[in-house]
């Protein structure tokens, strides 16, 4: 499912997290990729959860339309203060920031 | 005949050096330096500072003020003790000159190379930038020393915003302009001869290489470290690593930023530099090596001196012959010594052949110089002048740390007497040559009546093996343990005492196999619940090395693949214990799991699990991050009172207690460092809380939001190497687990990344769930039954209207992170 481009991520980064900028930094890879340990358990399916969401249409993916735009996942980016005031400070390590697809907006925090 | 001047070297007590001086000049007053951050309290016969410095300039300890504050350097052993008198009010100042901090630490702008670094590998690199500590040094003192060396540069900064608060004229050398403050100290004829700023500069610089340098060398040796305590990584580089850490040292460039001082009272000279190493400036930068020429003209110009304190705590790499000859008929030396190496032999040679006086505050504790028109006397605490033995070793050296563990000790047992007003402490230690520290520690009032500290209980927490018994909850209980690897962490005789104290009090004690994978683990915990339905509860009882954690993809396989890769910090991998509580293989729990982690800590685990747990009064205490206003309205569920908000609060703020029955914690947390909590907006970057915020008896159910708060074990999930054994966090390293070993009943908190709405009427990701949590605690369930029951409704009414993957999949995390620490019962 498609996610809002960066420069529209940046875009709203800018105007609702004032200060605050996308981070290069890349969290950690998949842990498929071998750098971390697989999972030893999953969760089980939750129906009833799962047929709540909103998965989209796999099979239209490449064809952008008004229609499907408002079906665009919500972005989990990394984001960081510009000019931290003391770079060394944990809590201004760079910090997951949730963005609607739909509202274009920021609506949750890590933390 | 009264002295021209006064000049005292405080006893720095068996620190590896540290210079504290204070130079009475008439009616001015000047302190130079602070020592170490260990000398302001008193330690084994030895005076704190303040009460040092209140003798000598006839003040009370509480509220000391000098004319002058100079920091000659920004090194620990110098800055030492000055942040915390500042900040607590003690010391006061008209005017401050100082070491500039920007260049002290390098010319590193924003980008500092050591940001990438977790704590333990940063605690290293900054280690590098002091003295190397002897291999003889106690593991208590090292980690002491890279704590505060890690910190000492956040400290020293807000130690200058809080003279600068107060009035101090506050001047960093080098950076600001320093002609007013010599022009208020003509009157005893204060000279500041350099280093000029071109040299400055190159000291800077190469601190910032220094810098990067060991950044790419802690690296390097920690990426084959995975499990060194700082400690052990440090001894490693001490011996192992040690020339090639020598090379990555930026000691010298800060101490050739020291000032070079001089006063003039009357017709007597007054000579200070700190640590500045004329003789052997360790570099061949030309800038550098010509400024200090320079230097060394301008001070043999002035000589001869009434007083001139060496160099570098009498470092050969501070003095010489030649600079002997140019002081010409300089009489009279003070050294600020400590343990180890300095004053140097090659000093003390020096001295010897020439008909001059010193005094050694490593041998004499404090020196006084009293320097009179026609005649100068020196006054020593112990031994006598000229002294040229070489320095002391370590304390390790007289008391060494056993090779093999002691047998246990009995932990202090406290009674009360019949006297309301007196406990009797009764401890029970090892014949054996050891070293065993009691500390008895009584809650302060707080001042400013902020937070709500706990009412006062009766009892301190059972820490005492011989009255421990267990906490009565704990009758229909299923307790799960290994008790041969729990008898390894916290003793044999802990062990066997804890588990027959929980049969006797009624619980189902399973002994489960040592097994690194948590389904083989928890089956005779499933076949348990199976064949015994009236058991309420499971509580595992030791840290992930005795019983194994699951690492939990929290999302269900179709939500994987959709989400994909993502900004999530833990990649919506957690730690997760719901497979002991598993009695019908559906993969999720049938009854409430909690955890006491063993933190290889007897102490927490008979504190978790004792009857004599105090309830305090029903009080509340709440904090939180000030741009998560979600959380006011949880805590009006518990509380009338506003929640404390970042922005203004931290964590010390006088009295600042984070105590009482229901404690409500919203703030940020970090993986690699469990021993605090941040803010946002909190003043000069600090955390709003830490471990010395929670109080000494703490029988309260605490319920954090914030990330990795429940993380006892050093790797979040999601970032576990393959290969990569754990490291349990302790007490020391988690307000979790220092909640839990002063006797909390419940920690309830994330393994993972936590998540805060910011949408109105913030019903979705973490919202909901602490609304059910302390809903049902409310109601009088305990706090593991609440957490479950919580769960499950958070399930029920998932996704909270986020039908979007992605916020779909932080609410399925939300929902398998939150964990139950503590008997929860």
């Known amino acids: ?93 760079p910090k997951a920031q949730v963005i609607s697809g739909k509202k274009k907006k920021v609506i949750g925090s890590q933390g | 005949m009264a002295d021209v001047a006064t000049v005292h070297l405080l006893d720095v007590g068996g620190f590896k050096y540290g210079d504290c001086v204070v130079c009475l000049f008439g009616k001015e007053t000047v302190l130079i330096d602070g020592a170490n951050p260990g000398n302001f309290e008193p330690q084994k016969g030895h005076k704190g500072l303040p009460e040092q410095i209140s003798a000598v300039l006839n003040q009370s300890a ?19 003790s000055l942040p915390r008198m500042v900040s607590e009010g003690i010391l006061t100042a008209e005017f401050a000159l100082v070491a500039d901090p920007d260049r002290g630490w390098g010319n590193t702008g924003d980008a500092r190379p050591d940001a990438v670094l977790d704590d333990r590998s940063r605690q290293l690199v900054m280690s590098l930038r002091e003295e190397m500590r002897s291999p003889l040094t106690r593991d208590d003192e090292l980690r002491d020393f890279l704590s505060d060396a890690t910190h000492l540069e956040d400290d020293y900064r807000a130690m200058l915003d809080t003279l600068k608060q107060k009035g101090t004229k506050v001047v960093r050398y080098g950076r600001d302009s320093h002609a007013q403050l010599v022009k208020r100290f003509d009157k005893v004829g204060m000279e500041i001869l350099g280093p000029r700023k071109e040299h400055l500069e190159a000291c800077a610089d190469n601190v910032t290489k220094k810098l ?48 070079v001082i001089t006063f003039k009272v009357g017709e007597k000279r007054f000579f200070f530099a700190g640590d500045f190493q004329f003789n052997k400036p360790g570099t061949s930068n030309e800038v550098i090596n010509a400024e200090n020429a320079r230097l060394q003209t301008e001070i043999a110009k002035r000589a001869p001196y009434a007083f001139y304190k060496l160099c570098h705590h009498g470092s050969d790499n501070g003095f010489s012959p030649k600079i002997l000859t140019d002081l010409k008929s300089t009489k009279t030396f003070g050294i600020c010594g400590g343990s180890d190496k300095h004053p140097d032999a090659q000093t003390i040679g020096i001295l010897a052949k020439a008909n001059v006086k010193w005094a050694r505050t490593d041998v004499n504790r404090h020196c006084t110089f009293h320097i009179g028109a026609q005649t100068t006397s020196i006054d020593v605490d112990s031994g006598s002048l000229n002294d040229t033995s070489p320095p002391k ?12 563990p002691a047998p246990p000790v009995v932990l202090p047992r406290v009674e009360r007497t019949g006297d309301d007003h007196v406990v009797e402490v009764t401890a029970r230690v090892p014949h054996t040559r050891t070293r065993v520290t009691i500390t008895i520690d009584v809650d302060p009032s707080p001042e400013d009546g902020r937070a709500n500290p706990p009412e006062a209980v009766e009892h301190v927490p059972a820490t005492s093996l011989q009255g421990f018994t267990a906490d009565p909850a704990v009758s229909g209980l299923l307790i799960a343990t290994n008790a041969r690897k729990l008898a390894n962490n916290i003793g044999a005789d802990v062990a066997n005492e804890v588990l027959g104290g929980l049969r006797a009090a009624g619980a189902t004690v399973v002994d489960i ?41 929290a999302l269900p396989q179709k939500l994987r693949t959709a989400v994909g890769s993502t900004g999530d910090p833990d990649n919506f991998i957690v730690w997760n214990d719901d497979v002991y509580a598993d009695s019908n293989g559906d993969q999720l729990p049938d009854k409430p799991v909690s955890r006491i982690p063993d933190a290889h800590s007897p102490e927490l685990v008979l504190a978790a699990l004792s009857a004599n747990r105090d309830g305090a009064a029903a009080s509340s205490f709440g904090m939180r991050n000030i741009n998560r206003p979600f959380a006011d309205g949880v805590y009006t569920l518990l509380a009338q009172n506003a929640m404390l908000t970042s922005k203004e609060s931290e964590f010390d703020n006088p009295g600042l207690v984070a105590g009482g029955d229901r404690v409500y914690i919203m ?102 769930m602490h609304n059910a949590f302390w809903s049902r605690v409310l109601k009088g369930a305990n706090p593991a039954k609440a957490l479950f029951d919580a769960k499950d409704e958070y399930l029920h009414a998932m996704p909270h209207g986020q039908t979007a993957p992605s916020s779909a999949a932080i609410e399925f995390k939300i929902w398998r992170q939150y964990t139950c620490l503590g008997l929860g019962w």
């Not at chain 1, 875009?11 to 999972?39: M, Y």
């Not at chain 2, 083989?520 to 992930?544: C, D, F, H, S, T």
């Not at chain 2, 839990?740 to 805060?756: D, E, Q, V």
Request: net charge negative; hydrophobic share 35%.
């Open chain 2, 513 to 553: 196999a040592a097994s690194d994978d948590a389904a083989v683990a928890a089956a005779p915990v499933q076949a348990e619940l199976k064949r015994n339905a009236r058991i309420k509860g499971v509580v595992l009882l030791g840290g992930y090395d005795v019983v194994p954690s699951h690492l939990l993809d």
């Open chain 2, 393 to 404: 070793k370590p304390d390790a050296l007289t008391a060494p740390v056993p090779a093999t």
């Open chain 2, 667 to 768: 703030l940020h947390g970090d993986y690699s460092d469990g021993s605090r909590f941040w803010g946002e907006e909190t003043p000069n970057d600090r955390e709003a809380l830490n471990v010395t915020n929670v109080p000494k008896r703490a029988p309260a159910v605490v319920f954090t939001g914030c990330c990795w708060g429940a993380l006892t074990v050093d790797r979040p999930a999601g970032r576990l190497a393959p290969g990569q054994p754990l490291v349990p966090k302790t007490p020391e390293t988690s307000i979790a687990l220092t909640f839990l070993r002063n006797g909390a009943r419940a920690f309830i908190g994330c393994t993972g990344a936590h998540y805060s709405p910011r949408e109105e009427p913030f019903n979705y990701f973490g919202g909901p």
């Open chain 1, 1 to 93: 499912m498609a996610r809002l481009k960066r420069e529209d991520l940046e875009k709203i980064v800018d105007e609702q997290l004032p200060n605050h900028r996308l981070s290069s930094t890349t969290e950690p890879a998949d842990s498929t990729a071998g750098k971390f340990v697989k999972p030893q358990a999953s969760t089980p399916p939750i129906d009833d959860v799962l047929n709540q969401i909103d998965f989209g249409n796999e099979s239209h993916a490449l064809a952008m339309t008004a229609d499907q735009e408002e079906k665009l996942d919500d972005s989990i980016e990394l984001v960081e203060p510009k000019n931290p005031a003391d770079p060394l400070s944990r809590q201004n390590r």
């Open chain 2, 212 to 259: 990067k340098d060991a950044v790419d060398f802690v690296s390097d040796m920690m990426r084959d470290d995975a499990v060194s305590s700082p400690v052990e990584a440090y001894r490693r580089m001490m011996t192992e690593d040690s020339d090639a850490a020598d090379d990555k040292r930026a000691g010298n460039f800060v101490n050739l930023q020291s000032e």
């Open chain 2, 62 to 80: 509480k509220a000391l003020h000098v004319s002058l504050l100079i920091v000659s350097h920004a090194h620990l052993d110098h800055i030492g």
